[in-house]
T-cell receptor
Framework: KAGVTQTPRYLIKTRGQQVTLSCSPI?????VSWYQQTPGQGLQFLFE???????NKGNFPGRFSGRQFSNSRSEMNVSTLELGDSALYLC?????????????FGAGSRLTVL | GDSVTQMEGPVTLSEEAFLTINCTYT??????LFWYVQYPGEGLQLLLK?????DKGSNKGFEATYRKETTSFHLEKGSVQVSDSAVYFC?????????????FGTGTRLQVTL
């Protein structure tokens, strides 16, 4: 059973550019969420999608956006990159949205902004 | 808002030593509680979970009990191995049904030596 797949695994961008990260959830999982991990702020929730609808959003500026497709695959986009956006971006999927559901995480996309 | 507090690391232990990583939380409602582990260069893996008070989660020799009276979910293992070296995160999902919005602690790095 394939896990959560994130692409690309590593990327380097410069300030002002934009970036798109992709996440393919486990087959059958309909919920996808995104987290940002940095040494200073730790793991922070970005947003959650279920059945192509954004259900929840964390406290991030509008430069961070996402979407989910009908096959549950998700993308997140960061525009006008800043140095502080350098982080490991983790995607997680789950079957549903119950509070007891387990999230399965991908290996992450490590973004470096120069 | 919800929060999770973990003991500061790093924790350095000799192989076969007893491990305790403290975790306390603040939340409204009835959260589910989780321990995730992150190995170098990888995403997060679920270690164990508990969904209601007095539940004990266990996996691979690790245990944690959901203590509502002390708002705690401490992680324990009777005999650690070198392969347990990783970063451990305590997390909660709130009681409103939004499974994907996890609140994480800052993580505790465990290093086990021979």
């Amino acid at each position: 059973k394939a896990g959560v797949t994130q692409t690309p695994r590593y990327l380097i961008k410069t300030r002002g550019q934009q970036v798109t990260l992709s996440c393919s959830p486990i087959s059958g999982h309909r919920s996808v969420s995104w987290y940002q991990q940095t040494p200073g702020q730790g793991l922070q929730f970005l947003f959650e999608y279920f059945s192509e609808t954004q259900r929840n959003k964390g406290n991030f500026p509008g430069r961070f956006s996402g979407r989910q497709f009908s096959n549950s695959r998700s993308e997140m986009n960061v525009s006008t990159l800043e140095l502080g956006d350098s982080a490991l971006y983790l995607c997680a999927s789950s079957w549903g949205v119950s509070g007891a559901n387990v999230l399965t995480f991908g290996a992450g996309s490590r973004l470096t902004v120069l | 808002g919800d929060s999770v507090t973990q003991m500061e690391g790093p924790v350095t232990l000799s192989e076969e030593a007893f491990l305790t990583i403290n975790c306390t939380y603040t939340a409204t409602g009835y959260p589910s509680l989780f321990w995730y582990v992150q190995y170098p260069g990888e995403g997060l893996q679920l270690l164990l979970k508990a969904t209601k008070a007095d539940d004990k989660g266990s996996n691979k020799g690790f245990e944690a009990t959901y203590r509502k009276e002390t708002t705690s979910f401490h992680l324990e293992k009777g005999s650690v191995q070198v392969s347990d070296s990783a970063v451990y995160f305590c997390a909660l999902s709130d009681g409103t049904g939004t499974a994907s919005k996890l609140t994480f602690g800052t993580g505790t790095r465990l290093q086990v030596t021979l």
